[in-house]
């Protein structure tokens, strides 16, 4: 399975992804003067890498790759995030949408890995089916999380963030570049609107 590393790549390539979808972005838009952090997405950006690692805090409390791995969860999320989209003013169904896709790529990327150890995948239909599911590509490997100081789980979980690096880093650089082609039009139609009203 992958490491938290490989999760959070996951997260906001997610959240660029949907920044693609065309409609009431506007509070997706910065001006080209803004810092970094507004022109990265802010807040909602930094949320989605959070909820696409939120599922291993299952680690803490039981039931691993159960509950916290399942569709059921995917929902729960996707409602709740719109409920406080609601309340901060902001478009319900965009950032629902958003917080859902991060994170179901938790869980698309579990269902990708290697899992050495038995039961292997994830309870995707959880509460409805007790089954676990897992692709077998292994396209990322599994982590180590016994006795993590150890040579052997580091070298293994060096050898995995390298693999996650390679894969995911690409497709979060792609993102980002066509998200910023595709935001740079409307922000300065926005900058326009805003001009022609005061
Ligand atoms: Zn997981």
């Not at 901060?88 to 050495?116: F, Q, S």
């Amino acid at each position: 399975m992958p490491s938290p590393i490989g999760h959070v790549l996951a997260g906001v390539a997610a959240a660029w992804t949907a920044d693609l979808v065309p409609g009431d972005r506007d509070c997706r838009v910065a001006p080209a003067t803004a810092g970094w952090y507004e022109r990265a997405g802010g807040g909602l950006t930094v949320a989605c890498g959070a909820l696409a690692a939120l599922p291993d805090l299952d680690l803490l409390f039981g039931g691993h790759r159960t509950m916290t791995h399942s569709l059921v969860a995917v929902a729960v999320v996707g409602l709740c995030a719109g409920m406080m989209a609601a309340g901060a003013r902001r478009p319900i169904a965009r950032v629902a949408l958003t917080c859902a896709l991060a994170y179901a790529t938790h869980l698309a990327l579990d269902l990708l890995g290697a899992d050495p150890f038995p039961p292997q995948g994830i309870q995707l239909f959880w509460p409805f089916s007790r089954e676990w599911f897992i692709s077998g590509w292994n396209l990322f490997e599994g982590t180590e999380r016994r006795h993590v100081f150890s040579a052997l789980s580091l070298g293994q979980n060096a050898k995995a963030i390298v693999r996650e690096l390679a894969i995911l880093g690409p497709i979060v650089t792609v993102t980002w570049l066509v998200r910023v082609k595709a935001l740079a039009g409307l922000s300065t139609e926005l900058a326009r609107r805003d001009h022609s009203t005061q």
